[in-house]
């Protein structure tokens, strides 16, 4: 019976992957879709279909290859993208600055870990960034400082990183805000070494949160709105630290063939791996966003399986926000037994739906033009 399931969802995935090229010219026009089939930079799709030849996403065998990297992109301009509840607001993890003049993306996450950062260069980055019309996303990684203590958390309870604290809350009151923070993400990750907030007591995890997030509060007059990012699976809320502490739950979303196919036994589409986090903390009643948001595999299944999650994020009236994660995973992040995964998509795809999801949003005419 186990198998039929897997075996009839398998088929479900593949034929609505089947159908999305149809689809895309139909709903998308066509500059999405062929911004979304256009191959990534610096990679030639014979490299790219090579690294992932034993994914699983061979089984759609479709000919593309008369789509180029040779897209107009007719940017989206910082005064077009609407506002208002309805209107989702997007981002990206850029560390190459592919995206820098992109302001469909407005939300710029930046990763820093407070063992290792320097306070002029980071404050002179974040109001560069500011400067440009973009919002911040901070998520503050608490790598363990040598000498402030074995135990971290133990060591933030007692007050070893209250002079971090203060240096981060003055780069913080130094922006215009609003900022998005996130601290600690990840903490309810138990399948890799990742992190060593990870996997820790929950209880005592949940005060040195706290004790987090009030001093930065209370060390800023900037605006800052809290991002509880977690894995978010069975037993993450033992982590969750109240609504006054969190703004907003934050979650990954990732489809890395190779790891479905060994975890899962078929390839998840979007809304089964969304629905699924989402559910998690569906009691809670607090704004999502999608805080990294990737896919890794064949250049085709890259193309249908981020059209596919672009066609069903407004039947979501919960989700708020969707930030990409344009760059490289870290070595061993998925494990020892699969390759470490690239999230760097065509930066067209990612322009193309992004844009066409915007102006959905945006105000129509009388004559709905």
Do not use: C
Not at 199 to 213: E, I, K, L, S, W
Not at 300 to 316: I, N, P, V
């Amino acid at each position: 019976m186990k198998n039929d399931r897997r075996l009839a969802v398998q088929f479900a995935s593949l034929v609505v992957l089947a159908v999305l090229p149809f689809s895309m010219i139909a709903v998308n026009g066509a500059r999405a879709f062929y911004g979304i089939l256009a191959e990534p930079s610096g990679k030639t799709r014979d490299a790219r279909d090579d690294a992932h030849e034993s994914d699983g996403t061979d089984v759609i065998a479709l000919n593309l290859n008369a789509a180029t990297s040779e897209v107009p992109v007719d940017s989206i301009s910082a005064e077009e993208i609407p506002e208002g509840d309805d209107t989702l607001i997007f981002g990206v993890y850029d560390p190459d600055g592919e995206f820098e003049r992109d302001h469909s993306l407005r939300l710029r996450h930046v990763y820093v870990s407070w063992a290792d950062f320097d306070r002029n260069t980071l404050r002179r980055s974040l109001a560069a960034m500011e400067s440009r019309g973009f919002q911040i996303l901070l998520t503050i990684e608490p790598w363990p400082i040598p000498g402030r203590g074995d135990d971290l958390l133990t060591a933030i309870l007692s007050g070893g990183y209250d002079q971090t604290l203060e240096e981060l809350a003055g780069i913080l009151d130094s922006l215009n805000g609003p900022v998005y923070v996130s601290w600690g993400h990840e903490m309810d990750q138990d399948l890799t070494e990742r992190y060593p907030w990870s996997g820790t007591d929950p209880d005592q995890f949940v005060r040195a949160y706290r004790h987090v997030v009030d001093s930065l509060r209370e060390n800023t007059e900037t605006e800052l709105r809290w991002i509880w990012a977690g894995v978010m699976k069975e037993g993450s809320l033992r982590y969750w630290p109240g609504r006054e502490y969190a703004d907003y739950v934050g979650m990954p979303v990732y489809s890395y063939p190779r790891w479905d196919q060994k975890m899962y036994g078929y390839i998840r589409d979007f809304r089964t791996t969304f629905q699924e986090k989402a559910k998690v903390v569906e009691e809670l009643d607090v704004p999502l966003l999608i805080t990294e948001l990737g896919v890794s595999g064949s250049s085709d299944f890259e193309a249908f399986w981020l059209h596919q999650a672009f066609m069903g994020l407004r039947d979501y009236e919960k989700l708020k926000g969707v930030v990409f994660f344009f760059g490289q995973d870290v070595e061993g992040a998925w494990g020892s037994d699969v390759a470490t995964p690239d999230w760097r998509v065509h930066p067209d795809s990612i322009r193309g739906l992004v844009e066409w999801e915007l102006r959905q949003s945006a105000p129509q005419g009388p004559s709905g033009q």
